[in-house]
């Protein structure tokens, strides 16, 4: 079995784990790169791990074979977190981990239509099995203003409108099928000058039309909802993002988590009563070393924040 990913900060990953992790949530499993290495660092510890990904689990459960009796694998997306508790009987975590956004297995398999590199179908769903909605649905029947909002809410696109007027032209004579016949269209939407550009002038089209296809905005905020009832005393934390959109709401949610008092600044004291839930670890987000992205350019956006829950917030 081949799988490409290469897990992004692994050492901080480990680092940042609280002494004598037992147990340890993986949101985002992927190759089961650091939890991999979490199990080599804490060899008693058990691992829940979740992927909305079914290919993704099944890798992940080839490459921690050696580890099978301290792993619980299950097919389930953030939103689906609650349920998986159950079946588990409720497990309180030292360490919880999520790594969003996809994998380079993903990113290159060309049926998985997530790049704009490969030809394929213009798909995008990380859960193929259960999710319905494609890219080239959203591309094909979505709303003039429904497009404008993808692009520019999910990509911050500067050129949204030139694109989206584009593509209702487009459609018209031919729906959209494939990723590279939506790749062509953006490129030839945007400025000259910027078509010779390093980075493709899809790249942000294609990263809002695959937040879009997997509602990963929503995701996220049910994971960030879910995260302080699921830690011991203690527990940390640590949370991997690739854009500033979901890094801003990660920074947020920390802040609100270390200080929810919502009094007014002039009053003396605290009315509302609003506890801190502990404290942020990480004041600005780690990056990748220069080192690090010379290996694995894909890392350059990654973004590490951690938080560290008190004692008493159970
Ligand atoms: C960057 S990869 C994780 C790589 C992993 N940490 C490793 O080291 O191999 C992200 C994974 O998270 C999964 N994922 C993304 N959003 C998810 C969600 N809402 N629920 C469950 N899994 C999700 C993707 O399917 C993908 O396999």
């Given at each position: 079995?081949?799988?490409?990913?290469?897990?992004?900060?692994?050492?901080?990953?480990?680092?940042?784990?609280?002494?004598?992790?037992?147990?340890?949530?993986?949101?985002?499993?992927?190759?089961?790169?650091?939890?991999?290495?979490?199990?080599?660092?804490?060899?008693?510890?058990?691992?829940?791990?979740?992927?909305?990904?079914?290919?993704?689990?099944?890798?992940?459960?080839?490459?921690?074979?050696?580890?099978?009796?301290?792993?619980?694998?299950?097919?389930?997306?953030?939103?689906?977190?609650?349920?998986?508790?159950?079946?588990?009987?409720?497990?309180?975590?030292?360490?919880?981990?999520?790594?969003?956004?996809?994998?380079?297995?993903?990113?290159?398999?060309?049926?998985?239509?997530?790049?704009?590199?490969?030809?394929?179908?213009?798909?995008?769903?990380?859960?193929?099995?259960?999710?319905?909605?494609?890219?080239?649905?959203?591309?094909?029947?979505?709303?003039?203003?429904?497009l404008?909002?993808?692009?520019?809410?999910?990509?911050?696109e500067?050129?949204?409108?030139?694109?989206?007027?584009?593509?209702?032209?487009?459609?018209?004579?031919?729906?959209?099928?494939?990723?590279?016949?939506?790749?062509?269209?953006?490129?030839?939407?945007?400025?000259?000058?910027?078509?010779?550009?390093?980075?493709?002038?899809?790249?942000?089209?294609?990263?809002?039309?695959?937040i879009?296809?997997?509602?990963?905005l929503?995701?996220?905020?049910?994971?960030?909802?879910?995260?302080?009832?699921?830690?011991?005393?203690?527990?940390?934390?640590a949370?991997?993002?690739?854009?500033?959109?979901?890094?801003?709401?990660?920074?947020?949610?920390?802040?609100?988590?270390?200080?929810?008092?919502?009094?007014?600044?002039?009053?003396?004291?605290?009315?509302?009563?609003?506890k801190?839930?502990?404290?942020?670890?990480?004041?600005?987000?780690?990056?990748?070393?220069?080192?690090?992205?010379?290996?694995?350019?894909?890392?350059?956006?990654?973004?590490?924040?951690?938080?560290?829950?008190?004692?008493?917030?159970?």
């Amino acid at each position: 079995m081949q799988f490409k990913h290469i897990s992004v900060l692994p050492q901080k990953v480990l680092d940042f784990a609280p002494d004598k992790t037992q147990t340890i949530l993986d949101c985002t499993l992927g190759c089961g790169g650091h939890s991999r290495r979490l199990l080599e660092k804490f060899p008693n510890a058990k691992v829940f791990a979740i992927d909305r990904d079914l290919n993704a689990l099944k890798v992940a459960e080839y490459f921690l074979k050696p580890f099978e009796n301290n792993i619980n694998f299950k097919h389930a997306s953030f939103s689906e977190l609650k349920d998986c508790f159950v079946n588990w009987m409720n497990p309180l975590f030292d360490y919880i981990l999520a790594d969003i956004g996809i994998s380079s297995d993903q990113l290159d398999s060309p049926e998985r239509g997530f790049s704009f590199n490969h030809e394929g179908p213009l798909d995008m769903r990380m859960d193929p099995d259960r999710q319905h909605t494609t890219a080239a649905y959203l591309v094909n029947n979505s709303s003039k203003n429904e497009l404008l909002k993808i692009l520019k809410t999910y990509g911050e696109e500067r050129f949204a409108w030139k694109i989206v007027n584009t593509i209702l032209i487009e459609r018209e004579k031919k729906p959209f099928k494939t990723t590279k016949q939506l790749a062509e269209l953006v490129y030839k939407s945007v400025p000259k000058h910027l078509q010779k550009s390093r980075i493709h002038p899809a790249t942000l089209t294609f990263q809002a039309l695959r937040i879009a296809v997997n509602e990963e905005l929503n995701e996220l905020s049910e994971l960030l909802k879910i995260i302080p009832l699921s830690l011991k005393p203690d527990g940390r934390f640590a949370i991997i993002s690739f854009h500033s959109l979901e890094d801003r709401i990660i920074k947020h949610k920390f802040k609100e988590w270390e200080n929810p008092c919502v009094c007014p600044h002039d009053l003396p004291y605290c009315i509302c009563g609003k506890k801190s839930l502990g404290s942020i670890l990480t004041r600005s987000p780690i990056c990748p070393s220069e080192k690090e992205i010379a290996n694995n350019r894909r890392c350059r956006s990654a973004h590490l924040r951690v938080f560290s829950f008190k004692k008493n917030n159970l």
